[in-house]
């Protein structure tokens, strides 16, 4: 039992040193989009270092019995994240870094495995009920407690061996991952950040393949990736707004722009929208939906993660919209009529 319980502990540093190599490698070659707790950068190195941390002292096979504890709590946190992740349709689990691995084949493949791999496999008795029974009657049952995971004691020279070395390693990585951000924008990726083009010609319109065609009057411009959960609820809700425009093309158009890597996406066959894509020449980093409202070209609003509702929307267009003689009155749609009068917007 021992010998197994120290192969499991053994296997599972080595799968957390990888993990952590993996992620310190991404951290440092690909940018994050800083959106959510997953993907903030400061949370990642982190991260990093605390499975370093953990590698070294599951390699290190010093208190076998703290360290399965620690080891258990672990990966029973880890499963309640990827389960987590699985539900609300992540594509990547984001334990390795670039490597994408969907959290399903994580959480069945090496999270479940591994919590009943230690659950079965202990080092030893871990606290039996008479040395329980001896620890509840002590008058410091917690230091007690304490005592008992850090036996056996290893030697002196073999801890300060091990601690110097992992004290080294996270002093060494935290700095490294801390002080060397990638570029925003390369050959290779591009970070894009909506919130940041307002005022401005969309930067990324010579990359679309429908660039001519935006450049001319009002458009709302949704990018979406086939994968994310909240644009397969965006992308109806805009196409039924195309259909209710039908007829008032000149007041606002849609378009739909795929964002690799391209899949299956909940566009309907006969989508009332205009569809386009970003090339597959390079990596686009964007938290989707992603929504722009444009005026010949220029940006006049962004949305970033949420899609708005059609309401926000004509408020925003009527707000950027030159003040006219008279009111200007919308064609009936088959859903809708609306009644708009633009007013001049004073700095």
């Not at 689990?93 to 999270?111: E, K, Q, R």
């Not at 659950?119 to 030893?124: L, T």
């Given at each position: 039992?021992?010998?197994?319980?120290?192969?499991?502990?053994?296997?599972?540093?080595?799968?957390?040193?990888?993990?952590?190599?993996?992620?310190?490698?991404?951290?440092?070659?690909?940018?994050?989009?800083?959106?959510?707790?997953?993907?903030?950068?400061?949370?990642?190195?982190?991260?990093?270092?605390?499975?370093?941390?953990?590698?070294?002292?599951?390699?290190?096979?010093?208190?076998?019995?703290?360290?399965?504890?620690?080891?258990?709590?672990?990966?029973?946190?880890?499963?309640?994240?990827?389960?987590?992740?699985?539900?609300?349709?992540?594509?990547?689990?984001?334990?390795?870094?670039?490597?994408?691995?969907?959290?399903?084949?994580?959480?069945?493949?090496?999270?479940?495995?591994?919590?009943?791999?230690?659950?079965?496999?202990?080092?030893?008795?871990?606290?039996?009920?008479?040395?329980?029974?001896?620890?509840?009657?002590?008058?410091?049952?917690?230091?007690?407690?304490?005592?008992?995971?850090?036996?056996?004691l290893p030697s002196a020279p073999r801890f300060v061996i091990a601690a110097c070395l992992g004290l080294i390693i996270l002093g060494v990585t935290a700095p490294i991952l801390a002080l060397n951000e990638p570029l925003r924008i390369t050959s290779r990726y591009e970070v894009l950040e909506p919130e940041t083009w307002v005022g401005r010609e969309l930067p990324i319109l010579e990359h679309i393949d429908i660039a001519e065609t935006l450049k001319k009057g009002t458009w709302l411009v949704l990018l979406y990736h086939y994968d994310c959960p909240d644009c397969g609820w965006a992308i109806p809700m805009y196409e039924k707004m195309a259909r209710d425009l039908a007829g008032n093309e000149d007041f606002m158009q849609i378009a739909l722009i795929a964002v690799p890597p391209y899949g299956r996406a909940p566009v309907s066959e006969k989508c009332p929208c205009t569809l386009g894509r970003l090339p597959e020449t390079k990596e686009w980093f964007v938290t989707t939906p992603a929504v722009v409202l444009l005026k010949g070209g220029q940006v006049t609003s962004a949305w970033e993660e949420k899609a708005p509702d059609f309401e926000t929307i004509i408020q925003k267009v009527t707000k950027f919209s030159k003040k006219l003689e008279k009111p200007r009155f919308l064609a009936p749609t088959n859903h809708l009529t609306y009644s708009l009068q633009y007013k001049e917007v004073r700095a």
């Open positions: 039992m021992k010998l197994a319980s120290s192969i499991v502990l053994k296997a599972l540093g080595i799968l957390l040193l990888t993990a952590a190599v993996l992620k310190g490698w991404q951290l440092l070659t690909e940018p994050v989009a800083n959106s959510d707790i997953w993907s903030y950068r400061p949370f990642l190195i982190l991260t990093v270092e605390f499975e370093l941390g953990l590698a070294i002292w599951l390699l290190s096979g010093l208190f076998k019995k703290a360290s399965w504890l620690v080891s258990l709590m672990c990966f029973s946190f880890f499963s309640m994240i990827t389960l987590y992740k699985g539900v609300t349709g992540a594509a990547s689990c984001g334990c390795f870094g670039s490597v994408h691995v969907n959290p399903w084949v994580t959480l069945l493949a090496i999270d479940l495995p591994a919590v009943v791999a230690l659950s079965i496999f202990r080092p030893g008795k871990v606290l039996p009920p008479r040395i329980l029974a001896r620890i509840r009657l002590r008058r410091k049952p917690m230091k007690a407690l304490i005592r008992q995971f850090v036996k056996p």
